[in-house]
């Protein structure tokens, strides 16, 4: 009997990719390149803290409420996970200075940082699994 095609849709076939990922694979100096776009997006980040923008944003998580998972970048406050992603990722690209790529035409920084460092608090992993969710995001990128 002949294999039968199973055709997979894009999301599939990203999530097949994501699992299969052999991070032990992934060489040190990609981890050091990492470290260096992270520290660079973190200051980006605290710079654009008291903007406007995220200034509304956490006023609108105090009336939304919710759970404290996850840290603010620049403030001694925590909101849910998704709360926290989306004011932290406001605050580094509120002065525009976060990261570019022409290859992928957009700023690969400020769209993987918030979600991934707000879930590695929230789930206490370490560092490195911070870094490796960046790593394997920006490839999916």
């Avoid at 998580?61 to 990722?89: F, H, P, T």
Wanted: overall charge negative; glycine content about 10%; charged content about 20%.
């Amino acid at each position: 009997m002949g294999k039968v095609m199973v055709d997979r849709t894009l999301t599939e076939e990203l999530a097949t990719f994501i699992v299969d990922t052999d991070t032990d694979s992934i060489p040190e100096d990609v981890y050091g390149h990492a470290k260096v776009c992270f520290q660079d997006w973190l200051g980006v980040a605290v710079a654009g803290a008291n903007e406007p923008l995220v200034g509304k944003l956490r006023a609108h998580s105090d009336r939304m409420g919710g759970y404290e998972q996850a840290s603010l970048i620049g403030y001694w406050q925590k909101k849910n996970v998704e709360q926290a992603a989306m004011i932290n990722g406001a605050a580094s690209h509120a002065l525009d200075y976060d990261d570019s790529s022409m290859s992928m035409i957009g700023h690969p920084s400020v769209v993987l940082f918030p979600g991934t460092l707000a879930l590695a608090e929230w789930r206490s992993h370490s560092g490195r699994d911070f870094l490796t969710a960046f790593i394997v995001g920006l490839q999916v990128a």
